[in-house]
């Protein structure tokens, strides 16, 4: 029986440990297994945001109950949640106004956000240049986290104080239904069952389910990011998002001027083609994490995408973030990328195998925001609980 679970999570990233979470919440027996020694996929390469108000209607419900959760488990054990708030900066009238339209649309959704001015802007973030910014929109609920470590602090939470048992460097080679049974096997030979499993890694999905794999409509996203050295007696709070994050984000989309707004914009900028908006995060240290850049490939064809930092775009995105707010030091300590998968034409990949084998991946730059709070339903979903309005 030591090898039988109610529920087996194949995946030790942040949408695969929330399932997990949710499962043991319902009272549930749960394994949750990860192919390498630790988590160190998207979920630790990210850039440590939860922002419900970049999301669209459908996702920022789940994205404001992820900050519940969040801050549930931040007031019983640290996982390096700090609520301090998200901002977005406008440059110029246009983009002034997708803030007023955007914060119509939550004031129905009753998610609270603010407009600042222009002088409560350059008041409350040190460095912003004033010929930059117009007016801002601050979301006072919303919390960063630091993606290295909030995984691992999570995972040791669950371990501790709920019952996980997590198995590491166990990779699934093989998922078969056997009666009221799935029997999960890794490459060493170890095998466990679970009544039901939800595969939430796509390297796991690719290798189980090749030919669901190949033709199902995933693509790979490549972000670059950088962090500065720590910033001298100097403070940033929060997450601060600027004029092309507004032009880019799914919740902006849902606004009345969107659509005529992109469609005054340049076709062949630097911008368009790296897919670059400019962010800017204060982590524990006092570095500042700088980004980001998305660069496309399909799911078969990742190699395109290289595996080499271009310093063309980090040049680009260190030379317009100094247009924006002027930091003590723009001198870099730490580059990296990041890769997570999403679907073209759909939010999530779902797929359910033989009733029990539940396919779960392809949730793009959603999963730090939206993973706790879209887990909480899809478990109850799965395992047929009391009804979540989410």
């Given at each position: 029986?030591d ?23 319902l ?76 914060r ?34 601050f979301?006072?609920?919303e919390?960063?986290?630091?993606p ?8 040791k ?10 198995r ?21 030979g170890d ?5 039901k ?17 190949a033709s ?32 880019r984000?799914e ?22 083609k ?14 500042v ?53 999403q ?17 779960v ?19 109850a ?10």
């Amino acid at each position: 029986m030591d090898n039988k679970y109610d529920a087996v999570i194949v995946g030790g990233g942040v949408l695969g440990t929330f399932h997990a979470y949710h499962a043991l919440e319902l009272g549930l027996k749960v394994c949750l297994v990860e192919k390498d020694a630790y988590p160190r996929g998207a979920t630790t390469q990210n850039f440590g945001q939860v922002v419900p108000s970049g999301m669209d209607s459908k996702w920022q419900k789940f994205g404001m109950e992820s900050l519940k959760i969040y801050k549930e488990i931040q007031s019983q054990f640290d996982i390096s949640i700090r609520q301090n708030g998200t901002v977005y900066l406008a440059s110029n009238e246009e983009e002034e106004q997708l803030l007023m339209e955007l914060r119509a649309i939550n004031n129905g959704n009753d998610y609270i956000s603010k407009m600042l001015t222009k002088q409560e802007c350059l008041a409350n973030y040190p460095g912003l240049r004033k010929e930059y910014v117009t007016a801002g929109l601050f979301f006072p609920d919303e919390v960063t986290v630091e993606p290295r470590t909030m995984i691992h602090k999570l995972q040791k939470y669950l371990m501790d104080q709920k019952g996980l048992d997590i198995r590491f460097d166990f990779p699934v080679v093989s998922c078969e239904s056997k009666e009221e049974w799935v029997s999960i096997q890794s490459t060493t030979g170890d095998a466990i069952c679970g009544k039901k499993v939800i595969v939430c890694n796509g390297a796991e999905f690719k290798n189980l389910y090749p030919e669901l794999f190949a033709s199902s409509d995933l693509e790979v996203s490549k972000l670059q990011m950088m962090q500065t050295k720590p910033q001298k007696h100097y403070e940033l709070k929060g997450s601060v998002l600027t004029g092309w994050s507004i032009r880019r984000y799914e919740a902006f989309q849902e606004c009345p001027s969107f659509v005529g707004i992109k469609e005054n914009e340049p076709k062949d900028s630097p911008q368009k083609k790296w897919g670059v908006h400019i962010l800017f995060k204060q982590a524990m240290d006092g570095s500042v994490i700088l980004g980001d850049s998305h660069q496309y490939a399909d799911v078969n064809r990742v190699e395109d995408l290289g595996y080499d930092l271009d310093m063309d775009i980090d040049n680009f995105m260190i030379d317009e973030a100094r247009k924006i707010i002027d930091l003590p030091t723009y001198q870099i300590q730490n580059r990296w990328y990041g890769m997570y998968s999403q679907c073209k034409n759909s939010d999530i990949f779902q797929k359910t195998i033989d009733h029990n084998i539940h396919i779960v991946t392809g949730i793009g730059g959603k999963g730090m925001t939206g993973s706790a709070g879209f887990s909480k339903k899809n478990i109850a979903t799965i395992f047929n609980k009391q009804k979540i309005n989410l």
